[in-house]
């Protein structure tokens, strides 16, 4: 994974590094397949415990890469299967049973907007921007943006964000829940990795539970607490709650503590 990403692993925690500086970190062919990759790689690790997500160079991702797609020479059917290809490491990563943080500095455009709302936790500078620019070019938003932008902030907002294909500061993206802190730039690779390691920490069997049921479609009532009678009863017999229980009575620390952000 030297060509355009950098990917690390270490104690439980895995750093995806988008790293096209020269380009903004924009998706090209040669990306799409090492982040199938790594996405494949992060699955089949259990040793893995959360997810980082950055870019280098001052910028997130800058989404698509034209000059890559300008020259596919691609049909209807190739553009479709391209898309499909694609969409299977994206939906692998929406579907994640573990936390995944974005840590995103600089330019969130198009695809590389996707990714982040991807993501569980989102933390940002104040040079972080975003943008769904997909209308300018003709195209819808993909990566599964179509999905999750409603999801976080409302379809009326949603609409307005994809129609509109304006650019979102940090600070409004704060207040529309896109992103959830803003730190500054010199703190963010350290504010990531907090955050993540502090679920190396937490029961992997209540994340992935939890992140189960919040990603299925809204259901009724009696259903979703039929799921919490049953995600509960596996959770009650596992080692992680019994240890947790066991700490707690003996007035030991919590395995799992929030980071918050002094102590980052």
């Known amino acids: 994974m030297v060509n355009t990403l950098e990917f690390t692993v270490a104690d439980g925690v895995a750093t995806l590094t988008f790293n096209r500086p020269a380009q903004r970190?924009?998706?090209?062919?040669?990306?799409?397949?090492?982040?199938?990759?790594?996405?494949?790689?992060?699955?089949?690790?259990?040793?893995?415990?959360?997810?980082?997500?950055?870019?280098?160079?001052?910028?997130?991702?800058?989404?698509?890469?034209?000059?890559?797609?300008?020259?596919?020479?691609?049909?209807?059917?190739?553009?479709?299967?391209?898309?499909?290809?694609?969409?299977?490491?994206?939906?692998?990563?929406?579907?994640?049973?573990?936390?995944?943080?974005?840590?995103?500095?600089?330019?969130?455009?198009?695809?590389?907007?996707?990714?982040?709302?991807?993501?569980?936790?989102?933390?940002?500078?104040?040079?972080?921007?975003?943008?769904?620019?997909?209308?300018?070019?003709?195209?819808?938003?993909?990566?599964?943006?179509?999905?999750?932008?409603?999801?976080?902030?409302?379809?009326?907002?949603?609409?307005?964000?994809?129609?509109?294909?304006?650019?979102?500061?940090?600070?409004e993206a704060l207040r529309l829940g896109i992103v959830g802190e803003i730190v500054p730039a010199d703190r963010l690779p350290a504010r990531a990795q907090a955050l993540a390691a502090s679920f190396t920490g937490a029961s992997p069997l209540a994340i992935s539970l939890m992140k189960r049921a919040l990603a299925a479609e809204p259901a009724n009532l009696a259903a979703t607490l039929e799921f919490e009678a049953d995600a509960q009863a596996l959770c009650f017999t596992s080692a992680q709650h019994r240890e947790a229980v066991a700490r707690f009575l003996d007035k030991q620390p919590a395995a799992f503590v929030w980071p918050t952000g002094e102590q980052s």
């Not at 910028?59 to 049909?75: E, H, I, K, T």
């Not at 921007?129 to 999801?151: E, I, N, Q, S, W």
């Open 25 to 171: 970190n924009a998706i090209d062919l040669v990306m799409r397949g090492e982040l199938a990759q790594c996405f494949a790689n992060v699955q089949k690790d259990r040793t893995i415990r959360a997810l980082v997500l950055t870019g280098a160079g001052g910028a997130f991702c800058a989404g698509g890469d034209l000059r890559s797609m300008q020259s596919s020479g691609n049909d209807g059917a190739g553009w479709r299967a391209r898309m499909q290809d694609a969409h299977q490491w994206v939906g692998a990563l929406i579907e994640l049973d573990r936390p995944v943080i974005a840590a995103v500095d600089g330019p969130a455009y198009g695809a590389g907007f996707s990714l982040v709302l991807a993501a569980d936790f989102v933390i940002a500078t104040p040079a972080a921007r975003f943008c769904m620019p997909f209308l300018k070019l003709g195209l819808v938003p993909d990566f599964g943006a179509l999905h999750t932008l409603p999801r976080v902030v409302g379809m009326q907002r949603a609409k307005e964000l994809m129609l509109s294909a304006r650019e979102v500061a940090a600070d």
